[in-house]
T-cell receptor, first 113, second 114 residues
Framework: AQSVTQLDSQVPVFEEAPVELRCNYS??????LFWYVQYPNQGLQLLLK??????LVKSINGFEAEFNKSQTSFHLRKPSVHISDTAEYFC???????????FGTGTRLLVSP | DTAVSQTPKYLVTQMGNDKSIKCEQN?????MYWYKQDSKKFLKIMFS???????INETVPNRFSPKSPDKAHLNLHINSLELGDSAVYFC?????????????FGPGTRLLVL
């Protein structure tokens, strides 16, 4: 079985500041890792994924995450946030067979001017 | 073109009623899922079908019954609705089980039980 821990329920940050949203996972098998973003009253959008290969993955809007197997982490970072990044961010893992997604409890990123 | 669609988008109903939520994907995917997001935003898988066969059935009350008439559709029927069923229900699809791929999510159905 897999589990995901997002320790920060809310992260307030000023516009143009850097941010890191933490994600740790637990699994007895190798997994795929994901970050999803949910804007207010909207559905889930895939932000980043690690399936294999390079441990550093990047999105088109400036986010990046690094898979660290030894620390079982997949932290999300952005060097300079915008107001429009305000949203709920979910880290998720899935096994490679049935691929059911197990989600963390989410981190609400609040970007203020 | 909507890849994964859900109907209805919003559903308000009384306790004790029976309701259905429909999901359709036009991606030719083999595997489909239902997830529930509760009022605290916690997301949890409910069911998964692969080529119309149930492959994942998490600890969900018997009042919830998924049905897959074909591999492009996965519907969710809920009997005797309770207040605690109020949530957002997301459908998702995956090209095929075991593939190195990601799930595509629908827009969600917001269910409110009064």
């Amino acid at each position: 079985a897999q589990s995901v821990t997002q320790l920060d329920s809310q992260v307030p940050v000023f516009e143009e500041a850097p941010v890191e949203l933490r994600c740790n996972y637990s699994s007895s098998v190798s997994v795929y890792l994901f970050w999803y973003v949910q804007y207010p009253n909207q559905g889930l959008q895939l932000l980043l994924k690690y399936l294999s290969g390079s441990t550093l993955v990047k999105s088109i809007n400036g986010f990046e995450a690094e898979f660290n197997k030894s620390q079982t982490s997949f932290h999300l970072r952005k060097p300079s946030v915008h107001i429009s990044d305000t949203a709920e961010y979910f880290c998720a893992v899935s096994d490679k067979s049935f691929q059911k997604l197990v989600f963390g409890t989410g981190t609400r990123l609040l970007v203020s001017p | 073109d909507t890849a994964v669609s859900q109907t209805p988008k919003y559903l308000v109903t009384q306790m004790g009623n029976d309701k259905s939520i429909k999901c359709e994907q036009n991606l030719g995917h083999d595997t489909m899922y239902w997830y529930k997001q509760d009022s605290k935003k916690f997301l949890k898988i409910m069911f998964s079908y692969n080529n119309k066969e149930l492959i994942i059935n998490e600890t969900v009350p018997n009042r919830f019954s998924p049905k897959s008439p074909d591999k492009a559709h996965l519907n969710l029927h809920i009997n005797s609705l309770e207040l605690g069923d109020s949530a957002v229900y997301f459908c998702a699809s995956l090209p095929q089980r075991g593939a190195r791929e990601t799930q595509y999510f629908g827009p969600g159905t917001r269910l409110l039980v009064l």
